[in-house]
């Protein structure tokens, strides 16, 4: 038996011995957020100094944005990710201007929202601030964006801002923690997933033997896995999931795993260039939040599958795959230009060969060949033999 599992792990303990080698290059992070509360409150006065000023020059007070949704402010740096540059273009919010006076507005409430809430050392949710207003924020995903933009602005994360969003996110497997509150999470219940922490920061004694971490990008996948007990049956792992495109604390969790347990992570998407780009959100970070890209994204991160080599490979039957829209073909497009993609030359060309056969295919696809055919053969093969890019 010892030789047996020896055997069943030596391609994982060998990619595990490589990160290990890179590991205070990726984790080498700012991490400063202890202590941050006073800095926090006069970063918050600068900003409202700077507005009074200009009131007492009879100016009109204006708020400057870092652009998060231009790709010009943005560089890679392969052991980061996507991160925003110091000198970036921003965006005016004027308050003498008919088509921003109401975000002025907004943003200003938030600040005072989170300038509270820091200097009390209490907390709420995104939820709560939107409901403290709803006719001047519109809606909830104004809230949100303002927010982030906030963070950006005064170059913190958004925790540190004392503002906490819902989880979506699910985790499971072999991994034990405790919550800032003391509350003792135990992931290793059987087919029931534990949600993931709002206060990634606070969480500590992490235990846990896995072998890896698997990213699964849909919650549809993630279920079918728990419910074939895919954790206990022959590897010990913990899987997580957030549930499509992953909200920051699904991210935070990640890279949690990651700077604790240092084992290889592995993603598990459909072929297609939606998966393909939630699966370089969680690598390589995302635009929008460049700015907060050292705790957010795993530049360790594998590609364990869908792979469209696989397709062929494994013969997948003709009525399984789905043809790419105009729209898979634009996306696909654009991946292939982003920054990161000349460091992985393997994901290239399996984006390329995906151009080429003009086809994807969801995970589900794999129950064409068989009913059990992902969690009994394909996923064992792959972690066995290292078919992972």
Partial sequence: ???????????????????????????????GEEGISPEMLNRIENVILGLVTSLSKDEAPVLALPNRSNWDNISFDRSIGLQMNLESSVTTVRSDCRSSVDKFAQIMKI?????????????????????????????????????????????????????????????????????????RIDCSSGTAAAAVSSNIAGIRNIVSSAKFVMIVEKDATFQRLLDDNFCTKLFPCIMITGKG???VDSRLMVRKLWDTLHIPTFVLVDADPHGIEIMCIYKYGSLSMSFEAHSLSVPSVMWLGLLPSDLQRLQV????????????ESKLISLLQRPYLTSQPDWQKEMELMQQSKVKAEIQSLAAIAPDFLTNIYLPNKLRYGGWV
């Fill in 111 to 183: 600040f005072l929202v989170i300038y509270k809430l820091v200097q009390s050392n209490s907390y709420a949710t995104k939820r709560d601030i939107y409901y403290n207003n709803t006719q001047l924020f519109g809606s909830q995903r104004n809230v949100d964006s303002i927010v982030d933009d906030i963070s950006c602005m005064l170059k913190v994360p958004r925790r540190s801002l004392h503002v906490l969003a819902t989880s979506k996110g699910l985790i499971s497997g072999d991994l034990c923690y405790m919550e800032e509150d003391g509350t």
């Fill in 1 to 31: 038996m010892g030789s047996r599992f020896t055997e069943l792990f030596s391609e994982m303990d060998t990619l595990r011995a490589e990160l290990l080698k890179k590991v205070e290059v990726i984790t080498d992070c700012q991490r």
């Fill in 245 to 247: 495109v992953p909200d």
């Fill in 317 to 328: 039957p003709q009525e399984a795959l789905i043809p790419l829209t105009k729209r898979d």
